[in-house]
Nanobody, 126 residues
């Protein structure tokens, strides 16, 4: 089992930046994918972006060009750099991990992830 703990959320004005971190309790190996998801009040959880073990990233259209996912393998930590934040980015942000995915497509769907953090709140005011 692996535990994921997010941090770095907070309140910021529109146009500002935040960096979220997601610390894993152990090395999750060499074949994996990790993702950031978010859920706004009254809405379904949506994928923000993912990174695979080759460092390839993929982002939702709504955050493309503004958000950047990175990973520090030595620290077992995933990051989400969020720039040019908008009020519509307000949500609870979750990180997730899938160890040893059998198929690439599982990394692009919420149900493909087996390990989740508790979430960190991001609030963007106008």
């Amino acid at each position: 089992q692996v535990q994921l703990v997010e941090s770095g959320g907070g309140s910021v004005q529109a146009g500002g930046s935040l960096r979220l971190s997601c610390a894993a309790s152990r090395d999750i190996g060499r074949k994996y994918c990790m993702g950031w998801f978010r859920q706004a009040p009254g809405k379904e959880r949506e994928r923000v972006g993912i990174i695979d073990d080759a460092g390839k990233t993929n982002y939702a259209d709504s955050v493309k060009g503004r958000f950047t996912i990175s990973r520090d393998n030595a620290k077992n930590t995933l990051y989400l750099q969020m720039d040019s934040l908008k009020p519509e980015d307000t949500a609870m942000y979750y990180c997730a991990a899938r160890i040893d995915p059998s198929f690439a497509y599982v990394c692009y769907v919420e149900g493909g992830y087996k390990h989740w953090g508790q979430g960190t709140q991001v609030t963007v005011s106008s």
